[in-house]
């Protein structure tokens, strides 16, 4: 159980063309997602957090123009690289989780995780 | 702020070796600490975890103990199966004093290990 999908696994795309990556719970809803990215070598960076329904809270210095995260239903939700370019290269991984997690919550609740996506941005 | 420091791999071990893999951190409040696990092809999974000082965590023959007073995580494991090669990420989830946390993990940069027949 509490299985996230990422799709897709890979893509390259031109500079200036924007890509869509969906990540997906497949046996759980996810009331809130986590969006990561990931240099060579280096830990994983939350760029934002979104709860279903709602607009995404952004971390300090990632640019909502450029990641648009949707979250329209309990399972799915898209991290959309707008005018891709080549420093946008990167592994990107979601995770997700069942309960609320921008309020306040009781205790940890468990983030499950997706495979990562890797861009490459020629 | 929250900081994730993991001694730098790659690490490479024959079979039934022991493993250490070195955590500290830095945080405000009252943190929870993490070891999550990425094989080959798949998503990290949470190996174990720690809510509070002195407990211990394990999972799978892998230990690690919460030291307040070091400010260490350290994984470690008695003796290595090939199996177990994988990056491994140490993180921490800042929890307020009631005990409330906000869902943001700060990871370490992640530990390559490579268990050898």
């Known amino acids: 159980g509490a299985v996230v999908s990422q799709h897709p696994s890979w893509v390259i795309c031109k500079s200036g063309t924007s890509v869509k990556i969906e990540c997906r719970s497949l046996?759980?809803?996810?009331?809130?997602m986590f969006w990561y990215r990931q240099f060579p070598k280096q830990s994983l960076m939350l760029m934002a957090t979104s709860n279903e329904g709602s607009k995404a809270t952004y971390e300090q210095g990632v640019e909502k123009d450029k990641f648009l995260i949707n979250h329209a239903s309990l399972t799915l939700s898209t991290l959309t690289v707008t005018s891709a370019h080549p420093e946008d290269s990167s592994f990107y991984i979601c995770?997700?989780?069942?309960?609320?997690?921008?309020?306040?919550?009781?205790?940890?609740?468990?983030?499950?995780f997706g495979p990562g996506t890797r861009l490459t941005v020629l | 702020g929250n900081s994730v420091t993991q001694m730098e791999g790659p690490v490479t071990l024959s079979e039934e070796a022991f493993l250490t893999i070195n955590c500290t951190y830095t945080a405000t409040g009252y943190p929870s600490l993490f070891w999550y696990v990425q094989y080959p092809g798949e998503g990290l999974q949470l190996l174990l975890k720690?809510?509070?000082?002195?407990d211990k965590g394990s999972n799978k023959g892998f230990e690690a103990t919460y030291r307040k007073e070091t400010t260490s995580f350290h994984l470690e494991k008695g003796s290595v199966q090939v199996s177990d090669s994988a990056v491994y990420f140490c993180a921490l989830l800042s929890m307020n004093a009631g005990g409330t946390s906000y869902g943001k993990l700060t990871f370490g940069q992640g530990t390559i290990l490579t268990v050898h027949p």
């Open positions: 995770s997700a989780t069942n309960v609320p997690g921008l309020a306040a919550s009781s205790s940890y609740n468990e983030q499950f």
């Open positions: 720690a809510t509070k000082a002195d």
């Open positions: 046996d759980f809803q996810a009331t809130t």
